[in-house]
């Protein structure tokens, strides 16, 4: 069974990480983080491992919240990225992100840290 990754991330970033990762034999749902505020019924249906999430305005943070609400998903791992340096980070780790990653970043570090979270 294939590894599912739901991507909410600027359009962009996440038809290139939906490349990335489906090439690699990751079953992947990218969802431009900019077009909803809340997560999608197609989201809540699809039932990711690991879930990435772009800060972009404030709404990954509610996005990420949002997730850690819903019991259903209470053990899905979520990785945030921003440009936000430090502050980011404690904001991530508050909102219930399990990981952080500063953009920019390289694909072998995105690769190794969600390695690590599907471990945890």
């Known amino acids: 069974m294939k590894t599912k990754l739901l991507l909410l991330l600027e ?8 490349f990335h ?13 900019e077009a909803i505020s809340e997560l999608p019924e197609e989201a809540l249906t699809f039932k990711p491992d690991l879930t990435i999430i772009q800060r972009h305005q404030g709404r990954g943070l509610k996005l ?6 819903n019991p259903a ?12 340096g430090e502050t980011g980070e404690k904001e991530a780790r508050a909102a219930g992100a399990d990981d ?19 471990r945890n």
């Open 100 to 118: 952080y990653l500063q953009v920019p970043f390289h694909f072998p570090e995105i690769h190794l840290r969600i390695q690590r979270l599907l």
């Open 73 to 84: 998903w209470g053990d899905i791992r979520i990785l945030l990225i921003s440009a936000n």
């Open 11 to 18: 359009r962009e970033t996440g038809e290139l990480l939906k």
């Open 64 to 69: 990420c919240q949002s997730i850690r609400s």
């Open 21 to 33: 990762f489906s090439a690699r034999g990751f079953e992947v749902m990218a969802i431009p983080v």
